[in-house]
């Protein structure tokens, strides 16, 4: 299996086959997530200053900020695994 990389905006990628999970970052339980993750060094900003609209977990448990939508990356994930498939 190769490396997948997946665009989360702004020319920054991150690996497909290491996500666990795109949420919005609404829910205080993301909230306390994010604050966790900035105490541990754990969290990459990929914002460039806007507004955080996708938050990924990942299976290192680093915590990635996305000003995309988490319908787009999410989609963007299953078209690059259904290019692969072909």
């Known amino acids: 299996m190769g490396l997948r990389l997946i665009n989360i905006g702004f ?20 909230k306390r997530i994010i604050t966790v993750a900035r105490d541990n060094n754990k969290l990459i900003d990929a914002t460039y200053g806007r507004r955080t609209r996708a938050v990924i977990i990942t299976d290192s448990d680093h915590v990635v900020l996305s000003a995309v939508q988490p319908e787009t990356v999410g989609q963007r994930v299953i078209s690059h695994e259904e290019d692969i498939d072909e």
Do not use: D, M
């Not at 991150?14 to 999970?21: E, L, M």
């Not at 919005?24 to 339980?29: F, M, N, R």
């Open 11 to 30: 020319g920054n990628v991150v690996s497909a086959n290491r996500i666990i999970t795109i949420v919005s970052p609404e829910s205080a339980p993301i």
